[in-house]
Structure formats: C-alpha cells, structure tokens
C-alpha cells in the first residue's frame, strides 16, 4: 500500500510516500519556513536532495506544494494523486478518547478539535494539514496516527499526579506522555529479537526531545513526558523535572510572567541551558572534549537522570529484560549509551564495549550471557505511522 504520511509541525511540514509491502520511500521533503518565505527541501528516492524556494503562506499551501512535486513530470514519483492509497496523519494529542490510530470520518476530525486545547501548538496544525488533505486528494482514506495513543495504557497510579482530583476531573490533567509511535516501534522490534514470555522492555528515546518508556508485555505502563512533553529527563533546551516552587521564585526574582517562565523552561534550558554552549550533543561532547567544564556537567545530568528513571521503570515493572537506546542521540553518541549503562551493572547489565564502539544499525551492545539485553534500535516514525495507517484500513 502507498501511504503518504504527513507530519505538520508549527511552522515546517514533513512529508514521505512509503510502499508498507516493500517498506521503500519513493519520495521525501520537508517544507520549511511555512508563512515566512518558504522553501522545499526534497528527496526522490535516494538521489541528492534538491532545495525549492515555494512561497507557502500557510500548511493549505505546503500540501499544494507536496502534491505538485510529487506528481511532477520530472521530479515526482506518480503519474496521479490516484497511486496514493492513504493519507497516515500524525497528530500530536489524542486526549483520552484516542488510545490506537483513529480512521478520519467527519465525527473524529471533530473529536480532535476538542483536543486542541491539550496542544494548543501542534494539535491545530495537524488539524489543518488533514483539511487540506480532505481539500486537495479527496476520497482518499486518512488515519491519525497519535503520539499519545500508545500510553494510554498507563494504569491510574501512573497518570495521576499528586494534586486535587478535581483538576483531573474537571480539566483531565493528568500524565499522557509522547513519542509513542517510537516507542511502541521499537518496543515491538525488541520483543522479536528477545526470546522471553512478556517481556519487560524500557526503550530511551533520547533526542532534542527525550523520553524514556517502561513497557509490559506491549503496554506502556509508565513514561518521563507528562502533561505535556517538558517532564521529565534533561533535553535539548527542555528542563525535564524541576521543583515547581522554583518557578515562582524565579517569577519574583526577576519580576516574569508565567508565559516567559515557560519560554525559558521550554527554550532556554536543558543542556542548552546548563552548558551555554548548544542543545546539540556533537557540540557538547566537542566542547567537554576541548576542557568546558559546563558542557562536561551538562552532559553528566543528562546521563544520570536516564539512568535514575531506568533504575524507576526497573522497579516499577519488578525487573527488566531489555533496555533500548533509540532516537538521534541514542542512535549515534556512543559516550552517554556508555555512561548510563556505567549506572546499571546492578541490574544485571554487561556492556559490550567493542559493539558499543561500532557504528551501524540494529544491535546489541550487551555481552553474550548479560541478564538484562542492552539493544540500539533505529527508530522509524514515518513508517511507524505508514504501517499503522495501512493496518487501520486494512481492517
Ligand atoms: P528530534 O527530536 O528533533 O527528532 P533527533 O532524534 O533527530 O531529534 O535527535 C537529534 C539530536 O541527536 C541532535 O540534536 C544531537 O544532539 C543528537 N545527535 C545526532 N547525531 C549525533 C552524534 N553523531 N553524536 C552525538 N549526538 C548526536
């Protein structure tokens, strides 16, 4: 099936069209600069990529621009809009009404509506990419694919937060945590390479964003990212967990408003912020490399908060089979996979220095006989969403 999966983000859009029988991407992009000036960057097949100045004022636009290159004479990879078979969706909230990939009919596009106000900047965008799917290929079938969905499992004592019942009742705030395509994908992909009766798996999806998931026998049964995706570890320029009280001490201190405590807690923290160097981790690991203490530090907290929700999710499951590193910085910097495992030897953890060292794929960075499999696992969002999309109409 040729699944077209769409990923609006604030002010980008990412494209690819993927064959879920061959699991090959004939076309990818990403618009950018949407509402500024505008620019393409594409991809067919693995040729190079080409750069496209396009005007796109708003997504309505960004999809007109996906449609055209991918049925150009020259550049695009079908003769007509007909050689798609779906539209996959990822939405960033599904609340609590979504717990698995929903088909779009009318009554479910209004349903997401009501979740905008859980993600007041991504979830509208996603609204308006699926309008202007509904506008510019109609009669093509649509999913939502969420990042909430996967985490809806989480039992009550993992959601709930110590605060009164009602801002649940009333509100349902609670923890919905993110990231959950990845983490169900890479989950599923570690539980075939185990040989274990309902595997306990905690997969770290560590990137700009990071979050780490504890997985039962296939369910999330607890995850860092909460309310929104600010809780929990160290990220790029995100704080993770911080005492709230800090907060309005800082509003006092240097006279804020809630919203500017939230930029900086958004924007400006993390390892970005601890280090005043980069949210990057290449230029962290070249500036502690060069002697900067504060990238040394920073990377240090980092490491050490993935081991202490490791060591949570361990007992919060009463054991561990697997544990996972994925996503750009669990993929490729082999110094923080070697330093959170340096917390886990008491978990039964033997580290594969050799393998560690390796780059490449899929692997295990576990020695032969260690109690708990240490894997690295590419993650793969758009064909996660590609395959959930086909699954849902195939039913
Ligand atoms: P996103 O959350 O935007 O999808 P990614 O999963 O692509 O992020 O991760 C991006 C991050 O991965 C970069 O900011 C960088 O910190 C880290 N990263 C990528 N390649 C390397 C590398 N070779 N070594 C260390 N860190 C890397």
Redesign the pocket.
Known sequence: MNVLVINCGSSSLKFQLIDTETEQVSAKGLCERIGIDGQLIYQKNSNEKEVIAQEMPTHAEAIQVVINILTDKDLGVISSLDEIDAIGHRVAHGGEKFSKPAFITEEVFNELGACNELAPLHNPVNLIGIKACDEFIPNTPMVAVFDTAFHQSMPERAYLYGLPSRYYDQYKIRRYGFHGTSHKFVSDRASELLSVHNPKIIVCH????SSICAVNNGKSVDTSMGFTPLEGLVM?TRSGDVDPAILSYIAEKENMSISEIMEVLNKKSGVAGISDVS????D??EAANLGNRKAKIALDIFSYRVAKYIGGYAAAMNGVDSIVFT???G????T?RKEICSYLTYLGVVFDQEANNTRGSEREISKKGSKVKVFVIP?NEELAIANETAAVIQL
């Open positions: 560590l990137g700009n964003g790029g949210s990057d981790f290449r962290l690991e996503a750009g910085i993929e490729n910097a082999i923080i993650t």
